[in-house]
Structures are given as structure tokens and as C-alpha cells.
């Protein structure tokens, strides 16, 4: 038997996330996909729900009010970028608390809390071969909201993403886009073996690099300046730190 599923985020990458990892096992459905508690609360109301994916930090009203408002809530587990709410959770009983950005053998280790125990832990055949079925990197993509769209972004295509004061610049090999963003907020969501903050102003791809010295980085045919702040770690990132100097 299938347990139906509700997963409440105000980010659309984290919604994409969790809906490709909960479409990967069988014994999960995904009923609803809510931007926020009040579209939550109307799924609730109308579609009966076993277990709910919740984020905590929402506008308006975040997950852990939520949950306190709900008389009977289903089955929760947190998922938050904030590792200060772990004793909350555990208080409202919450199954798990998954911290973004969420690895999918973490998903599954949080699953199966809910799911009914599978003898001396083995896994069940359906869920190593979706764990198995975990698409690479070159598969995972973004959504920016650009000209009114909303535009998929290959995370592997991205050379280096660039701060505009409250827009970000995102450069492809192909193209160029500017979305309303912080630039803090998107480097909470990249993976980090991929991608790098070496200015306050600058992230590059890791897998994009051509050449860097002391002070800067070529990613494609762009030269990138290095922080002064982030000098020390860029440079032990790229595996030279000892080699150059100041």
C-alpha cells in the first residue's frame, strides 16, 4: 500500500527535489505540492494524507506553527536549512529532520522510519533499484524566474553565477540569466562538490575551471577575482594553496 504524500516548501528547487526522490520509490504517491501552509491546510482538508514532507521557514507561517495548528497532523518529516529547530521537531514528534540540500540515500533513511520495517534491514528490491536509479549530476537542473518565465537551468551547463545587488547573473555556454535572487539564497541550494562562493560577488563550477592563480580563476574565458576572504579556502579547494603566494 502506497503512503500518500504532501510536501510543503516556499522554494521551487526544494519541491523539484522532493517530488523526483518521492516519484522514485514505490510505495510513495505524491497527492499535493504546496508553496506554503495555507495551500497545505486546503490539501489537507479535501485528500486524505500519511505523511507530509514539511520546510520550517515559509512566509506568513512557518512549519512548526503549522504543525502546532493542525489537530490531527499526519505523519511529518522537517526539511530545513536550519539546523536550530531539531529540538522542535522532536517535541511535535516529527518522523525525522532532514537538512537541505537533502541527499537521497538520507531521504530514504528517513522514509523508511515510516514505512514498515524490512527484516535485519535489508532493503526491499524496490527501493535498491531506486537508489541505484540516482540520476547523475548531469540530469539535476534549477528553475529562475526570468522575463516572467520560468526558466530550467542545467546545473551542469552553469559557468559562474554573479551578484547584481537583489539580482543574480547565471552564465551558460550558450546563454546568460538574470533573475531576481539573492545570490546567498542559491549558494544554500548548489552542491557544494560542485560549486564554489570565491567572492562575495561570484560563484563559480568547479568542473568549469581552466586555470587560477593567487587571485583569480579562469572559468571558460571569463577571469574571476578571488576574495580576500575566501582566498584561503578557494585555494585549498583547488588543491594549491601551498604552492602559490600572496
Do not use: W
Not at 516529527?94 to 528517513?110: G, M, S
Amino acid at each position: 500500500m502506497k503512503l500518500r504524500c504532501l510536501i510543503v516548501d516556499d522554494e521551487p528547487l526544494a519541491l523539484d527535489v522532493l517530488e523526483t526522490f518521492v516519484e522514485r520509490l514505490d510505495n510513495l504517491e505524491l497527492v499535493c505540492r504546496c508553496n506554503n501552509a495555507v495551500e497545505a491546510y486546503n490539501c489537507l482538508q479535501t485528500e486524505h494524507i500519511d505523511l507530509m514532507f514539511l520546510d520550517i521557514q515559509m512566509p506568513k507561517l512557518t512549519g512548526i506553527d503549522f504543525l502546532k495548528s493542525l489537530p490531527n497532523p499526519p505523519r511529518v518529516i522537517f526539511t530545513t536549512a536550519y539546523r536550530d529547530y531539531a529540538l522542535d521537531s522532536y517535541e511535535l514528534n516529527a518522523v525525522d529532520y532532514l537538512l537541505k540540500p537533502i541527499a537521497f540515500d538520507r531521504f530514504l533513511k528517513a522514509v523508511a522510519k515510516v514505512t514498515p520495517a524490512e527484516p535485519k534491514g535489508i532493503a526491499s528490491p524496490a527501493t535498491v533499484a531506486a537508489a541505484q536509479s540516482e540520476p547523475d549530476y548531469k540530469d539535476a537542473f534549477i528553475y529562475l524566474k526570468a522575463d516572467k518565465k520560468m526558466v530550467k537551468v542545467m546545473l551542469a551547463d552553469i559557468l559562474y553565477i554573479e551578484s547584481l545587488k537583489d539580482y543574480i547573473r547565471v552564465k551558460t555556454d550558450t546563454k546568460e540569466i538574470i533573475s531576481y535572487q539573492k545570490i546567498s539564497f542559491l549558494e544554500e541550494k548548489l552542491p557544494t562538490d560542485k560549486f564554489l562562493r570565491i567572492h562575495r560577488s561570484f560563484i563559480i563550477s568547479l568542473d568549469k575551471v581552466q586555470a587560477f592563480s593567487a587571485t583569480a580563476v579562469d572559468v571558460g574565458k571569463t577571469e574571476i577575482p578571488i576574495g580576500r576572504l575566501y582566498k584561503n579556502e578557494v585555494l585549498q579547494v583547488l588543491g594549491q594553496n601551498n604552492l602559490l603566494e600572496s
